[in-house]
């Protein structure tokens, strides 16, 4: 890892974390919460062997970049792909249950920028509780990603999870463009079994068989997604997509 003396601006840098400050205090609050940006360089990361300030550390906030986050377990991988605006805490060790051992492996996959929390930011949401939350909610948003995509797992055909996790992705990381949604994540077909709970080369089946069905299409970025989701999602899945409920409906 790579670093920089110089601070910078944590409300510049991410600026949906300044939403639901009054102006007023956005001004100062941006003036005065800073932060050291340090550089993650592509390939294996072992943060265990990095040096981290003492507590009270939030963690570190991805700017840029994507890094993958692998549970090897009984001879599986599981895989978690974080990126911009991901909190995380990557010096604490995994809670381990000594008859289930596994392991941890982090991989970043393009140089990542990354802001470091430390005691500056922790200071700061005293003063502003709405930073805070901001950073409280990006927690919630890491959460049900996952469980997102446990769901996805458990689809029964490995090319219909490989197609709502590019869906998924795009979300996130989609720019729209003339020819389809362009997804410019280009991970390999490992990364993208892990990611889904398949083989390899299941994987490549797969991914063979969406693009000869014209609904995805490799570039030299990552993807090209083809098609509307609201269209093909209830056909290839076999019921239609669940409607959203308001709260007091689901009794929350």
Not at 85 to 92: A, C, I, K, Y
């Amino acid at each position: 890892m790579s670093s920089r003396r110089a601070l910078i601006s944590l409300l510049d840098a991410d600026p949906e974390l300044g939403e639901g400050f009054a102006p007023a205090e956005l001004q100062v609050a941006t003036r005065a919460i800073a932060v050291h940006p340090r550089t993650l360089d592509a390939g294996p990361w072992e943060p265990l062997d990095e040096q981290w300030p003492v507590p009270p550390t939030l963690g570190l906030l991805v700017l840029e970049g994507v890094v993958t986050r692998d549970i090897v377990f009984a001879g599986r991988i599981t895989t978690e792909l974080v990126g911009s605006g991901d909190v995380l805490r990557p010096w604490e060790d995994d809670v381990q249950f000594d008859p289930l051992p596994f392991g941890v492996q982090w991989h970043v996959h393009e140089p990542t920028r990354v802001a470091l929390l430390d005691a500056r930011v922790a200071l700061a949401t005293a003063r502003w509780p709405v930073l805070a939350g901001a950073l409280s909610r990006r927690h919630v948003r890491r959460a049900r990603s996952l469980a997102f995509q446990l769901a996805i797992a458990q689809l029964p055909r490995v090319d219909d999870r490989l197609l709502v996790l590019l869906w998924a992705l795009a979300e996130r990381w989609g720019r729209v463009s003339p020819h389809g949604v362009r997804l410019p994540l280009a991970l390999p077909h490992r990364t993208l079994a892990t990611l889904v709970g398949a083989r390899r080369p299941s994987v490549t089946t797969a991914l063979s068989g969406l693009a000869r069905d014209g609904l995805v299409e490799r570039v030299d970025d990552g993807w090209l997604l083809h098609g509307d989701p609201d269209e093909v999602f209830p056909e290839r899945l076999h019921t239609p997509m669940p409607t959203a409920r308001a709260p007091q409906a689901l009794g929350l």
